[in-house]
């Protein structure tokens, strides 16, 4: 047995006793790898941090990215109604219904041309024509007793007769002539103007006043001192652009 080398002795031990040493010192080191393994695996991993900075830097939610709200919020400017979009993020939006059209309630305005209003005349007063209008050929004057124009038409009528408004218009003189007395003249408007002369004092109207077809003017007077010798009569003389024109032009038959 003395005589026996160190490799005999060696086997023999690992082959009995050295055999289960080995065995436990495998099992202790596999046991202590696998509690570090476990150990490091339940650890949570430390969050990395961005190269180049200490600031860490937090991505947005990219749902929160949207332009809406994902818990079913109308989306405006959209032309779909009722319709249910899912996005990438699988949120469901609600999309609004179209607006209502306005209404124009405002009143429709006629756009047809107004029609002209007819033109009506009357005589001032209903008498015989005493003197008739007369620029190009002279006739006798029965106030001077010569013969000379005469500018206007002398209408036979009693003294306190009314006096009419031969046309609608305004009133835009009343005066006393020298010669042809108390006298109102009447715009027409149009470029037409009519001359009341003879009148008694205080006529019915003044300047301003807007008359129509009718309208009083005042009484036949014998306040013209040039038409003096001839029986009670107005006087009436009319003007188309400032220019004497016959006033027979404008009476009415009756």
Same mark, same amino acid.
């Given at each position: ?162 006096? +009419? ?13 020298? +010669? ?70 404008? +009476?009415?038959?009756?």
């Amino acid at each position: 047995m003395k005589d026996r080398n160190i490799f005999e002795r060696l086997g023999d031990f690992v082959l009995g006793k050295g055999f289960y040493i080995v065995l436990f010192l495998c099992v202790a080191t596999i046991g202590i790898s696998g509690y570090f393994l476990v150990r490091t695996m339940r650890q949570p991993a430390e969050p990395s941090e961005p190269a180049g900075t200490d600031t860490p830097i937090t991505l947005p939610d990219p749902v929160g990215m949207l332009p809406y709200s994902t818990n079913n919020t109308t989306v405006p400017d959209l032309e779909e109604t009722d319709t249910q979009v899912s996005n990438q993020s699988g949120v469901t939006v609600t999309l609004p219904d179209p607006p209502e059209t306005a209404v124009n309630t405002e009143p429709v305005q006629n756009t047809e041309p107004e029609r002209p209003v007819a033109v009506v005349y009357t005589w001032p007063v209903k008498g015989e024509v005493l003197r008739d209008f007369s620029l190009e050929v002279l006739s006798p004057d029965p106030t001077l007793g010569d013969w000379r124009t005469h500018s206007g038409m002398d209408i036979a009528a009693a003294q306190g007769e009314k006096v +009419l408004a031969l046309r609608a218009g305004t009133v835009s003189m009343v005066y006393d002539d020298g +010669l042809m007395g108390t006298t109102v003249v009447i715009d027409h408007g149009d470029g037409l103007t009519s001359t009341y002369c003879n009148l008694a004092s205080s006529p019915s109207v003044q300047k301003g006043d807007t008359v129509d077809t009718g309208t009083i003017l005042g009484t036949v007077g014998e306040s013209a001192l040039a038409e003096s010798g001839m029986a009670s009569h107005l006087h009436l003389e009319t003007r188309m652009d400032g220019d004497i024109v016959d006033p027979s032009e404008y +009476l009415p038959e009756f």
